[in-house]
């Protein structure tokens, strides 16, 4: 039964740690986005379009890459704070 607790812990933080990091390059990938269209002041139609449609496919890709990307351990905060 231990055994069992700790594999389902061990999944738990991957998973926790996983859908942080996703959620902080998300936040990071929008505003990004949105200051490049309005620091270059971006007119045309297209090309937010474009940018828009990278940001799109960025969040869809992201966790995908996830698993090769280095990753911050928030859960070892979490359990020192605990």
């Known amino acids: 039964m231990s055994n069992s607790l700790t ?5 738990n933080d ?7 990091n ?3 390059q998300m936040t990071l990938l929008i505003p990004l986005i949105a200051l490049v269209i309005f620091l270059f002041r ?3 139609a297209t090309t937010c379009y ?3 449609l990278f940001a799109i496919f ?13 990753q911050i351990d928030f859960a070892q905060f979490y359990r020192q704070r605990a």
Do not use: C, D, E, R
Request: aromatic share 12%; proline share 6%; no cysteine.
């Open 22 to 24: 996703t959620t902080l």
């Open 7 to 11: 594999i389902l812990n061990l999944f």
């Open 50 to 52: 474009s940018l828009w």
């Open 58 to 70: 960025g969040i869809i890709a992201l966790p995908l890459l996830t698993p090769f990307i280095s």
């Open 14 to 20: 991957a998973i926790f740690v996983s859908l942080v």
């Open 42 to 44: 971006i007119k045309s």
